[in-house]
């Protein structure tokens, strides 16, 4: 992943942050979180690169905003360490909080305050000097197209801006890590994906590393690597690559001009065993999308279409935990809250 700095970054605000930093941004190690009886978050062990997008997905109670409350310093572990940035969250809070901007589930910003008064109140609590302030909030408004809106009262702004101006409310230090506890909860699918190209614009601007948590199986898709966290315990990491050609083969489908022409070269070139399925010759790849180019490339028989279906993080998700997220969530054989879910999570499946 490119390392490149940011003027910003070059200037008075570089000595916010304890320099560039390690490779490996986020450690934690056997972390335990208890309230009382709860169980919240049971010996996890996980790390973060540099320069990584990284998320913890799992349903309502798995423990994703604990783990974020310890690694932002805002809540004590039980046993455990949690390094960021290679400092220690339990006994160098100060140091840790400078690395760091934070996106809370729920929003903390001041209604009755304009956006710009919100980010130079912010400014102020992180010790921004003065001189970077302007510039560095031109910057980051700019990234989420609020500049125009800076000066209205943020209890004007919708949901979508208020979540976008908090994001540049927590870019506004230059932190090396930035934590986003489910950043799109509650938006319409469309201000969902804006703030996505939000965030991959920053990661293609600024040297930074992103630790979110979502229950969103597409958000999750946007990640370098994902943890699924399922009852305060990692039940899987990888990417989501990986993780769902763990769970199964992609399935392809062709259509073409002579059928048991096509599967007899199928089985002589690829050695693949393919048949037709509603009409058309069907197999099963480890990775479709690299697998079709190929396909194109060395087959005789013309090809007239194709299609490609690949296993989703639901199945991983139903694969590592024995029920699907939204059965997990409580919405088991209930319709109407499978329908709710489908809604919020934008009409997917
Ligand atoms: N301050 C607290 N006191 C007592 N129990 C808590 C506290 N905070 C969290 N818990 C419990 O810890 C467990 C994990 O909660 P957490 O907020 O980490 O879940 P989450 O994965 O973020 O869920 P959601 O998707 O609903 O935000 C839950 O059982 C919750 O009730
Ligand atoms: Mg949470």
């Avoid at 934070?102 to 912010?122: A, K, P, S, W």
Wanted: hydrophobic share 40%; net charge negative.
């Amino acid at each position: 992943m490119a390392q490149t700095k940011t003027p910003a970054r070059a200037g008075t605000l570089a000595a916010l942050a304890d320099g560039g930093g390690p490779e490996t941004v986020i450690e934690v190690s056997d972390l335990v979180k208890r309230y009382g009886e709860v169980e919240a978050v049971r010996g996890i062990d996980f790390t973060v690169s540099r320069g990584e997008t990284f998320g913890f997905l799992g349903p309502n109670g798995a423990g994703k905003s604990t783990t974020i409350k310890i690694l932002c310093t805002l809540a004590n572990a039980t046993s455990g360490t949690a390094l960021v940035n290679g400092l220690n969250t339990a006994t160098e809070r100060d140091a840790v909080r400078r690395n760091i901007g934070l996106v809370f589930q729920d929003t903390t910003l001041d209604t009755y305050l304009t956006g710009e008064q919100n980010l130079r109140f912010h400014a102020e609590l992180y010790g921004v000097p003065r001189a970077a302030v302007g510039p560095r909030m031109r910057q980051v408004l700019d990234m989420v197209g609020l500049w125009d809106r800076k000066d209205s009262l943020v209890s004007t702004y919708s949901g979508g801006m208020q979540r976008r101006l908090e994001i540049a409310r927590g870019l506004l230090h230059a932190p090396h890590v930035l934590f986003l506890d489910e950043p799109t909860v509650g938006l319409d699918p469309q201000t969902r994906s804006s703030i996505w190209a939000y965030i991959n614009d920053l990661k293609q601007r600024e040297d930074i590393t992103i630790f979110l948590t979502t229950h969103y199986m597409d958000e999750a898709e946007h990640c370098d690597r994902i943890a699924i966290i399922d009852h305060g315990k990692i039940v899987a990491i990888d990417t989501p690559e990986a993780l769902k050609a763990s769970v199964g083969k992609d399935r392809v489908q062709i259509q073409t001009s002579d059928d048991r022409a096509a599967i007899g070269e199928l089985a002589a070139v690829f050695g693949i065993d393919a048949a037709v399925h509603e009409g058309a010759v069907t197999f099963a790849v480890a990775s479709g999308e690299q697998f079709v180019p190929r396909l194109f490339a060395e087959l005789t028989i013309p090809i007239k279409s194709v299609s490609i279906a690949r296993p989703s993080l639901d199945d991983v998700f139903m694969s590592y935990t024995g029920s699907t997220i939204r059965d997990a969530e409580g919405g088991t054989g209930n319709e109407f809250m499978r329908n709710m879910h489908r809604l919020r999570s934008g009409g997917r499946r």
